[in-house]
């Protein structure tokens, strides 16, 4: 057997679903071996995008996702998506091709050092040199990318290596000496954290990605509702609790609620689960949770006491250490806080000015809500859509909400709305987009359209670079300094001639008519371009660096 | 609460096991950069399983700096073990070779050093006494601020290597 069709053999075994890329030279024997898989093979548009769609479908299913690409500008084309997957930990094994074996460092045509680029932006990385390796190599990856904190794998495979001959036997285990992530947390660890949960009166339940990524939101919840500890989540642990869970107290961070950041700001105890004091949820360090004790509970050790003090490290898989802490933990007074939090809530609610005649970005996300359904799978792109879709879509549960939290990429909504798709066939599955955001993947409206796929894809259209926009009117005088996006295509036409569908919304009256009518189109996608007021800003809102003094709840 | 507090800046040795592959060293530095952690010295060799090398490197920081560059370190896959020699006792050794510029000062000078350090010539002739120097980093800073003062042409020095005093577990 061949290099190229061991890959397609070993694919086989880790059960792949679906492989994105794109061929070129380098990779055109393994192209040649992937034309017979029984799995399927996703032609994008652009490699960026096969990256964003394997990340959107290991987001959405759990599984790691997969791409094959060539060498050079294929592999470049990929490294946004990488970068984006390692900060957002997403598993992925992306296989690069390269020029052939002997030629490398020739500066040969279509080549790139591809290992040098991505190793700072990936959990590991193989050049294989031997094919004998590559039945190993690919196991590792697989294993690398899904185990402890996931992250993306890279195989960069010359094509002569893909053309040799080996025996093809794939390994059933792994043994990597370097590796060894630590998943049961420390008993007595937890024993002190359940003392101080019980101990605590106004305990604040504060979690990331982490929560999704190991699968412990049934957990999450039942220790929410045994301690009755009100809850907060970050952009990343959206979907952890259910949005409508009345411990919930939604976002926090720069644009959290004022009662999540007013409740952290006053907690005495802040119970970390999978999330990393990331400066967007921070602010000024110094001043927050100023009179907290800190749990922190994270599967990658580094991620503790890396930005603040932690009290009680707890190094483990955030499902089993919340079973075990579940287990043992006595709920504590949280009555009066409770209570405190509903005040706070009436107080300060998110709201908006609506407006009679015109579409509110915030309105036109509430309605796709209530239409849509709590139940949907919901991309977003990058900027203020992002924070409103973060604030006002309020979903059921894990794994539904799917965005570029670490990296903040433009580009990223809409293919991996096409990878969460191909997934989820028979779930409704929405990108939540802007004006400018879209323009950065919109190439793979050709994938959606040839592969019959009923994305829905809603454009936040204000003319601007939105949130650029915000912070040049408040913190560089209204000076709109490249951030107005004159030259917008006709989206609707743009959709049409990709041979989805279009509607665009500039009244409020038929927001909801549109909405209504994107549910129709069942096989092909469907851009809803909501012409929204152009300087509405995101609130509320805490400057970059600075503390819950400073929250600007509405302008 | 919150942050952590300054701390002063320490010096810390570490023994890096690491899968003797290219590449290694690479991941190993490029983390130092990309996280912004110092580097003093850095060595590495085989170890006596031949796919496994020894880094050896001198870093400084503040504390919390040095717990991450532990933890960021420990987080590579093809790093096996990392341990920190200054939390336990531990032999250094550096390389130094010299080339000084000859005059009978330095010549009287070197009997004297000779006795104190482990310091002996290698080459000689008129205008040049090549030294070599094996000692601990704390020896050979003293002796370079002496080699300053006779004059030095060229110098060429190892990062340090250290080892464990710990004898192996029974």
């Known amino acids: 057997m061949i290099g190229a069709r061991a890959v397609v053999e070993a694919f086989t075994k880790e059960k792949v679903e679906y492989v994105f890329g794109l061929p070129g030279g380098a990779c055109l024997p393994l192209f040649d071996a992937l034309y017979d898989a029984k799995f399927k093979v996703i032609l994008v548009r652009h490699e960026q995008g096969a990256v964003h769609m394997a990340e959107g479908y290991a987001r959405s299913t759990g599984k790691a996702g997969v791409v094959v690409v060539t060498s050079g500008p294929g592999a470049t084309n990929t490294v946004?998506?990488?970068?984006?997957?390692?900060?957002?930990?997403?598993?992925?094994?992306?296989?690069?091709?390269?020029?052939?074996s002997f030629l490398i460092g020739n500066d040969a045509f279509q080549e790139a050092d591809v290992t040098g680029i991505t190793r700072p932006i990936t959990k590991y990385n193989y050049l294989v040199k031997n094919v004998n390796d590559l039945p190993r190599v690919i196991k590792e990856a697989f294993y690398l990318a899904t185990h402890g904190r996931p992250g993306p794998v890279l195989i960069d495979f010359p094509s002569?290596?893909?053309?040799?001959?080996?025996?093809?036997?794939?390994?059933?285990?792994?043994?990597?000496?370097?590796?060894?992530?630590?998943?049961?947390?420390?008993?007595?660890?937890?024993?002190?954290?359940?003392?101080?949960?019980?101990?605590?009166?106004?305990?604040?339940?504060?979690?990331?990605?982490?929560?999704?990524?190991?699968?412990?939101a049934k957990e999450l919840l039942e220790l929410v509702e045994k301690t009755?500890?009100?809850?907060?989540?970050?952009?990343?642990?959206?979907?952890?609790?259910?949005?409508?869970?009345?411990?919930?107290?939604?976002?926090?961070?720069?644009?959290?609620?004022?009662?999540?950041?007013?409740?952290?700001?006053?907690?005495?105890?802040?119970?970390?689960?999978?999330?990393?004091?990331?400066?967007?949820?921070?602010?000024d360090l110094k001043k927050f949770a100023p009179h907290a004790k800190i749990i922190?509970?994270?599967?990658?050790?580094?991620?503790?006491?890396?930005?603040?003090?932690?009290?009680?490290?707890?190094?483990?898989?955030?499902?089993?250490?919340?079973?075990?802490?579940?287990k043992i933990v006595e709920p504590g007074d949280t009555k009066d806080w409770v209570l405190q939090i509903e005040k706070w809530k009436q107080e300060n609610p998110l709201r908006y000015t609506d407006d009679s005649t015109g579409v509110r970005p915030q309105y036109a996300i509430q309605k796709l809500c209530e239409i849509l359904g709590s139940d949907a799978i919901v991309t977003t792109d990058v900027g203020q859509h992002q924070m409103w879709a973060a604030q006002y879509y309020k979903l059921s549960g894990p794994n539904q909400f799917l965005t570029s939290g670490g990296l903040g990429t433009m580009g990223y909504g809409f293919p991996a709305a096409i990878g969460a798709q191909f997934a989820f066939p028979h779930k409704t599955v929405l990108c939540i987009s802007g004006d400018g955001s879209i323009q950065m993947n919109i190439q793979e409206m050709a994938t959606a359209v040839v592969n019959k796929l009923?994305?829905?894809?809603?454009?936040?259209?204000?003319?601007?670079?939105?949130?650029?926009?915000?912070?040049?009117?408040?913190?560089?005088?209204?000076?709109?300094?490249?951030?107005?996006?004159?030259?917008?295509?006709?989206?609707?036409?743009?959709?049409?001639?990709?041979?989805?569908?279009?509607?665009?919304?500039?009244?409020?009256?038929?927001?909801?008519?549109?909405?209504?009518?994107?549910?129709?189109i069942t096989d092909r996608p469907c851009i809803i371009d909501f012409a929204v007021t152009e300087e509405e800003n995101v609130y509320p809102m805490i400057p970059s660096g600075k503390s819950f003094d400073e929250i600007i709840d509405m302008a | 609460m919150a942050v952590h507090d300054t701390t002063p800046v320490q010096e810390i040795i570490l023994s890096v096991l690491v899968e003797n592959r290219s590449g290694v060293l690479s991941q190993v530095v490029g983390l130092f950069s990309a996280r912004g952690f110092n580097i003093d010295s850095l060595a590495v060799g085989e170890t006596e399983d031949p796919t496994m090398s020894r880094i050896t490197l001198v870093s400084h920081g503040d504390k919390r700096t040095l717990e991450q560059i532990k933890k960021q370190l420990n987080k590579l896959i093809d790093v096996i073990k990392?341990?920190?020699?200054?939390?336990?006792?531990?032999?250094?050794?550096?390389?130094?070779?010299?080339?000084?510029?000859?005059?009978?000062?330095?010549?009287?000078?070197?009997?004297?050093?000779?006795?104190?350090?482990?310091?002996?010539?290698?080459?000689?002739?008129?205008?040049?006494?090549?030294?070599?120097?094996?000692?601990?980093?704390?020896?050979?800073?003293?002796?370079?601020?002496?080699?300053?003062?006779?004059?030095?042409?060229?110098?060429?020095?190892?990062g340090a290597v250290a080892l464990s005093k710990k004898p192996p577990k029974e």
Request: glycine content about 8%; aromatic content about 6%; hydrophobic content about 40%.
């Open chain 1, 296 to 326: 922190h509970v994270d599967v990658d050790p580094s991620a503790i006491a890396k930005n603040v003090k932690v009290d009680v490290p707890i190094v483990g898989d955030v499902k089993q250490v919340l079973q075990e802490l579940n």
């Open chain 1, 454 to 520: 009923p994305v829905k894809i809603a454009i936040i259209n204000n003319n601007y670079l939105g949130m650029v926009r915000q912070w040049q009117e408040k913190f560089y005088n209204h000076r709109y300094s490249s951030s107005e996006m004159s030259g917008n295509p006709d989206f609707v036409k743009l959709a049409e001639a990709y041979g989805g569908a279009g509607i665009r919304v500039d009244k409020k009256a038929d927001v909801e008519k549109a909405i209504r009518w994107s549910q129709t």
């Open chain 1, 228 to 283: 009755k500890a009100p809850c907060t989540n970050t952009l990343m642990g959206l979907g952890g609790v259910p949005g409508t869970h009345p411990l919930f107290m939604g976002m926090l961070g720069m644009h959290g609620t004022v009662y999540a950041n007013r409740a952290v700001n006053e907690c005495d105890l802040l119970i970390a689960v999978g999330a990393r004091f990331d400066d967007r949820v921070t602010g």
């Open chain 1, 80 to 100: 946004t998506g990488i970068a984006d997957a390692y900060m957002d930990s997403i598993p992925l094994v992306v296989i690069t091709g390269q020029v052939k």
């Open chain 1, 160 to 216: 002569d290596i893909s053309l040799a001959e080996l025996d093809f036997h794939y390994p059933d285990t792994v043994n990597i000496r370097g590796f060894k992530p630590k998943v049961e947390g420390h008993p007595g660890q937890i024993k002190r954290a359940a003392k101080l949960i019980t101990e605590s009166k106004r305990p604040v339940i504060y979690t990331g990605g982490g929560v999704i990524i190991s699968g412990a």
């Open chain 2, 82 to 158: 990392v341990q920190d020699l200054t939390e336990e006792e531990c032999i250094d050794r550096e390389l130094v070779l010299a080339k000084l510029k000859a005059s009978p000062a330095l010549k009287e000078a070197l009997a004297g050093l000779a006795r104190h350090y482990k310091i002996h010539v290698v080459e000689e002739n008129s205008k040049i006494i090549c030294l070599e120097c094996t000692e601990t980093r704390e020896n050979r800073k003293k002796i370079f601020e002496k080699f300053k003062e006779f004059g030095i042409v060229e110098i060429a020095q190892t």
